[in-house]
């Protein structure tokens, strides 16, 4: 059965811990959320930290991805951005 909205929690991060560097890392209790959804009106909401600063473009292109390797095409989707982590922080949220 194929499911019609997809839902991806993650984490803020801190990384270079003491002498693990790049190594160790630590998930804080932050998240941001995104909701991906089939829909008749697609679109592209952020809201919290980054709204009005972050676009579709690599969200998209990493959705486009994975359809097209899976051999399918990318139906019409809204993609909903719920962001907790500040933006250029150092929190993993820069990526």
């Known amino acids: 059965m194929a499911r019609d ?3 991806v929690r993650v984490p803020a991060t801190s990384g ?4 693990g ?3 160790l890392g630590l998930a804080l209790d932050i998240f941001n959320t995104m ?3 089939r829909s008749d009106r697609p679109g592209f909401t952020v809201r919290g930290e980054g709204a009005g600063q972050l676009s579709a473009g690599l969200v998209r292109r ?3 991805a994975v359809f097209e390797a899976t051999g399918q095409p990318m139906p019409p989707l809204a993609i909903c951005e719920d962001n ?3 933006v250029g922080k150092g929190l993993g949220s820069s990526a």
């Open 5 to 7: 909205t997809v839902t």
């Open 35 to 37: 909701q991906v959804s």
């Open 84 to 86: 907790a982590i500040p």
């Open 21 to 23: 560097f790049d190594v």
């Open 16 to 19: 270079n811990l003491g002498a």
């Open 62 to 64: 990493a959705i486009a």
